[in-house]
């Protein structure tokens, strides 16, 4: 395990491009998003999703999270965008939004767990921003964590069994305390909320009327 200290809001090209090929060669790196640390990994790589699972002790019946580079990402991995989808992206893309759609049939069936609908992110992070568009492709944004334990919001509490396995960690320093993303499921008959995070209820209602 290499670890890498970038700014957090004006990180280094080559340590970027350097974690980049790493993810693009299959590998799994460590990077800060605005309140937790995740793990990142190619998402058309099956191998590299299975360590994902295999580090974070993650139980197969649980999909992951994907970050992508823009909205033109979602072309390879959703089948339609909701006209409601599209009005909550208008309004709180890039940032802590995650947006369950339904998935193309040739998303991994590990990313989606089996359930064929896959939840995306745009975010708003310099370091991941910068790492997901250098790797060109979406990459897997599960927290590094243990599955079930708490996610970290600075590298000297990773838990050593997930520091121990990946290939790189991009340290940002402590990242802001607060909560996580909000987590919706779109369809074009309902929007469901199933975790308030940072964007509350009331924030999402104002957005869709």
Request: aromatic content about 2%; charged content about 25%; some cysteine.
């Amino acid at each position: 395990m290499k670890s890498s200290e970038v700014d957090p809001e004006n990180p280094d090209s080559g340590v970027i491009h350097k974690a980049a090929d790493i993810i693009r060669r299959g590998g799994v790196v460590v990077f800060p998003t605005r309140s937790l640390y995740g793990l990142g990994a190619n998402a058309f790589d099956n191998a590299a999703v299975d360590r994902i699972f295999r580090i974070k002790k993650r139980p197969s019946r649980k999909p992951l999270l994907l970050l992508i580079r823009n909205r033109d990402d979602l072309l390879q991995l959703v089948r339609h965008v909701p006209p409601s989808a599209q009005k909550l992206m208008d309004r709180f893309w890039p940032g802590r939004l995650t947006i369950i759609m339904d998935a193309v049939d040739s998303l991994p069936k590990r990313l989606t767990a089996g359930t064929g609908r896959i939840g995306i992110r745009l975010t708003a992070h310099p370091v991941a921003e910068s790492l997901i568009a250098a790797v060109g492709s979406p990459i897997t944004g599960t927290s590094a964590n243990i599955s079930g334990k708490p996610g970290c919001s600075r590298v000297s509490r990773l838990h050593p069994a997930v520091a121990r396995k990946v290939d790189m960690i991009l340290d940002a320093g402590t990242l802001e305390e607060g909560v996580g993303s909000t987590v919706v499921e779109v369809s074009d008959e309902e929007v469901l909320m199933l975790r308030e995070g940072s964007i509350s209820s009331e924030e999402l209602r104002e957005a869709l009327s």
